[in-house]
């Protein structure tokens, strides 16, 4: 298949290919003489592959980093997947203090009385012992 057949079977832009292929993810094929480019199943494998990690927050350095390990490497492979996993739990927990900030926050907005100032801004603008 060519290139645009290959982007649209996956859902991603040539060019996003084309930076694949110069950062390592996706090797170039060959071109035969006067003839254009053409990319097979191992090739839609990979992408798929690429396209599915980074769906899982996966970075292409770490993708990098899979695709350079083998399918018996499974240690390594479950290593970054718990350090991925790690990860993303502390995201969470940060995403639940913002959550729980701006819910605190917005319920002082709704009590508070006309001539005082906005708590939503006060808040945002007050010192804090990381400043």
């Known amino acids: 298949m060519r290139i645009g057949q290959l982007a649209r079977s996956v859902g991603v832009h040539v060019e996003t290919i084309r930076y694949y292929q110069r ?8 071109k035969p003489y006067g003839r254009l480019r053409s990319y097979g199943d191992d090739d839609l494998r990979r992408l798929r592959f690429i ?17 350079q390990l083998s399918t018996f490497d499974c240690q390594q492979v479950q290593k970054l997947a718990v350090d991925k996993l790690n990860l993303v739990k502390a995201k969470l927990r940060q995403l639940r203090n913002i ?20 708590p939503i801004i006060e808040t945002l603008a007050a010192r804090t012992d990381r400043d």
């Open 99 to 118: 959550e729980s900030a701006l819910t605190r926050t917005i319920e002082q907005c709704s009590k508070r009385k006309a001539a005082e100032a906005c």
């Open 23 to 30: 950062i390592g993810l996706i090797e170039l094929p060959e």
């Open 51 to 67: 396209r599915r990690a980074q769906g899982l927050g996966f970075s292409l350095e770490d993708i990098h980093a899979l695709l």
